[in-house]
């Protein structure tokens, strides 16, 4: 099993920074994390990606948040940040951490996805 535990969230104004980050807890060495990232759900909307990043730094941004939001991990800590600038009321959500696994047993590699609690990021015009 992987637990994910989020945190950074908080309310800021339009125009700062905010850092959240990502903890992954593996319970045994027979699993391993590969790509992990960041989604966001507002009220009243659908859970949209924001950022993901691979084992190997490959990164993938929604346009919204190109060129203001850095998506970054630690392979050896099995953490992973999101750097938001220039945040936007737009912005305000909860926002979840999100990592693929793959557990292996005898030989197979099974395929599972974990999400954290969520931390609520607000940001006031």
């Known amino acids: 099993q992987v637990q994910l535990v989020e945190s950074g969230g908080g309310l800021v104004q339009a125009g700062e920074s905010l850092r959240l980050s990502c903890t992954a807890s593996k319970s045994d060495f027979s699993i391993n994390i590969n790509a992990m990232g960041w989604y966001r759900q507002a009220p009243g909307k659908q859970r949209e990606l924001v950022a993901t990043?691979?084992?190997?730094?490959?990164?993938d941004y929604e346009n919204s948040v190109k060129g203001r939001f850095t998506v970054s991990r630690d392979n050896a800590k099995n953490t992973v940040s999101l750097q938001m600038n220039s945040l936007k009321p737009e912005d305000t959500a909860v926002y979840y951490c999100k990592a693929d696994v793959r557990k292996w047993s005898r030989g197979v590699g099974y395929l599972n996805t974990y999400w954290g609690q969520g931390t609520q990021v607000t940001v006031s015009s």
């Open positions: 990043i691979t084992t190997g730094g490959s990164t």
